[in-house]
Nanobody
């Protein structure tokens, strides 16, 4: 599975962005997908995951109620809708795919290259 994240950019606080994670490979629909982010000088942190069928999601407390993850297996794509963005959401966002459903980055076998989100105050 190869992943490519896109959709990052510069947005003002309170604004919205929609990130996409496009996958290649026939087995994508059987993989769980997680989004992680890493701010400059900080460790990578879990944001959200979605199960392979889309029936299970789990959000980090810091984004709950503001971010929404969805997936379209027919298009091999996962989306992350980010609303009410805050300056502390500034980070490079990575999508990852794996066979285990987890908030632990080490459980994911495949990673995209990351897309930068910058939220100005």
């Amino acid at each position: 599975v190869q992943l490519q994240a896109s959709g990052g950019g510069l947005v003002q606080a309170g604004g919205s962005l929609r990130l996409s994670c496009a996958a290649s490979g026939r087995t994508f629909s059987t993989h769980n997908v997680g989004w992680f982010r890493q701010a400059p000088g900080k460790e990578r942190e879990f944001v959200v995951y979605i199960s392979w069928g889309g029936g299970r999601t789990y959000y980090a407390d810091s984004v709950k109620g503001r971010f929404t993850i969805s997936r379209d297996n027919a298009k091999n794509t996962v989306h992350l809708q980010m609303n009410s963005l805050k300056p502390e959401d500034t980070a490079t966002y990575y999508c990852a795919a794996g066979t285990r459903l987890s908030g632990n980055a080490n459980m994911y076998e495949y990673w995209g290259q990351g897309t930068l989100v910058t939220v100005s105050s």
